[in-house]
């Protein structure tokens, strides 16, 4: 079975530019994380869904980050504008329904704003 | 708030021998304890997991032993190999949220 799918792998842009990432989580999951991994600040959730609702953004970091799942294969992280702050490896993971079931993490894609 | 301590930073050990990396969380009401393996470039894959209705699980070289009472939990490698070198996370939620530890950089010297 195909794991959790994101894209790009690695970002570069410069300050200022929109910044959208991609995830397609695994087949019949309910839930889809969206996590930020820096080394100062590990792993940090930064807003999850379940049947395509954002049920919790407290982790959002600004209003310039939005999260967006149209349907059940597809989500979106957009960062506008972007800043060199927001650099970071931005992890997607999925899972099925019930408290307790383990999240599959996709590779991550590494973003570097300039 | 919420918070998952997790020692040692760093971990050398020798292949063969046995790696212990030890975790404590804040929220008594956590409930779910998963562990982490991520290696350079890749996402975190879950390798092993507990519920706080089991004090013990056992997966091969891998084991997880829970405390409640102490709120601690402890992941346990034996016969170590080199591709056991990674950075390992532990977790706690009692919701969907997981409260992630800092990290446990493993080093297997062959």
Known sequence: ?114 | GENVEQHPSTLSVQEGDSAVIKCTYSDSASNYFPWYKQELGKGPQLIIDIRSNVGEKKDQRIAVTLNKTAKHFSLHITETQPEDSAVYFCAASKTYKYIFGTGTRLKVLA
């Open chain 1, 1 to 114: 079975d195909a794991g959790v799918i994101q894209s790009p792998r690695h970002e570069v842009t410069e300050m200022g530019q929109e910044v959208t990432l991609r995830c397609k989580p695994i087949s019949g999951h309910d839930y889809l994380f969206w996590y930020r991994q820096t080394m100062m600040r590990g792993l940090e959730l930064l807003i999850y869904f379940n049947n395509n609702v954002p049920i919790d953004d407290s982790g959002m970091p600004e209003d310039r980050f939005s999260a967006k799942m149209p349907n059940a294969s597809f989500s979106t992280l957009k960062i506008q504008p972007s800043e060199p702050r927001d650099s970071a490896v931005y992890f997607c993971a999925s899972a099925t329904e019930g408290v307790g079931q383990p999240q599959h993490f996709g590779d991550g894609t590494r973003l570097s704003i300039l």
